[in-house]
């Protein structure tokens, strides 16, 4: 579905001045009780809506040159209850997590004996092939050679998932693509990437309707 995205002509522009928008989907019943929920397609609970709306009061005085979501569902529906005029952007759908699609992580580690984590130890084949956590980062590398000159322009949405956001925050830093397991965000949150001194860097991080009391769980 992706090899033949072509690269653009130009390379990325140094030090943009626009902002990138990140808006995680609002609240699922899988995201709700912590299950991976990669490429399987279910809505947002009325919470989720919710948080989509308030998501969507947080980012209305931005200036956006260029807003994508992922083609999923829960994704879509974030963007419109946001009010956000989005262009589906295939490589923004979750991590497919194969084998462990619908599983919590603690349901995994009691199979496994050990402390599982996706970003440490990977995932399995199942009835999706799964990825790797380098495979997710090199979709996210192909969302920012696009979006990068988008915010020469103004300020850029990207509306997905949990962890793919996670880890395309680590590509946008220039770090390994498993500094996203320590940087949690919550559903419907919103977060923006911007640059300091020449230098990317986080604006606000996970911000929402309320401050968490522990880590999400997907």
Do not use: C
Request: charged content about 25%; cysteine-free.
């Amino acid at each position: 579905m992706f090899s033949n995205d072509p690269l653009p002509s130009h390379p990325a522009p140094d030090n943009p001045s626009g902002k990138l928008i990140l808006l995680r989907h609002g609240e699922t019943e899988w995201s709700k009780s912590g299950k991976h929920t990669g490429l399987t397609d279910i809505p947002l609970t009325a919470r989720g809506e919710d948080l989509a709306r308030g998501a969507g009061k947080l980012v209305a005085d931005y200036d956006f040159s260029l807003v994508l979501t992922s083609p999923l569902l829960r994704a879509r529906q974030t963007a419109e209850l946001a009010g956000l005029d989005a262009e589906v952007d295939p490589f923004l759908v979750e991590w497919d997590y194969g084998g462990y699609e619908g599983r919590t992580t603690r349901d995994i580690r009691s199979e496994l004996g050990y402390n599982w984590s996706a970003f440490t130890h990977g995932v399995i084949r199942g009835d999706t092939p799964g990825e790797t956590v380098e495979e997710v980062a090199a979709r996210a590398s192909r969302v920012l050679t696009r979006v990068l000159p988008a915010m020469e322009k103004g300020d850029v949405a990207l509306i997905a998932h949990g962890h793919f956001l996670r880890i395309l925050t680590a590509v946008y830093l220039r770090l390994a693509p498993r500094f996203g397991a320590q940087i949690t965000l919550d559903a419907g949150s919103v977060s923006v990437l911007s640059y300091y001194r020449e230098q990317p860097a986080i604006l606000s991080w996970n911000y929402g309707a309320e401050l968490p009391m522990e880590p999400s769980e997907s």
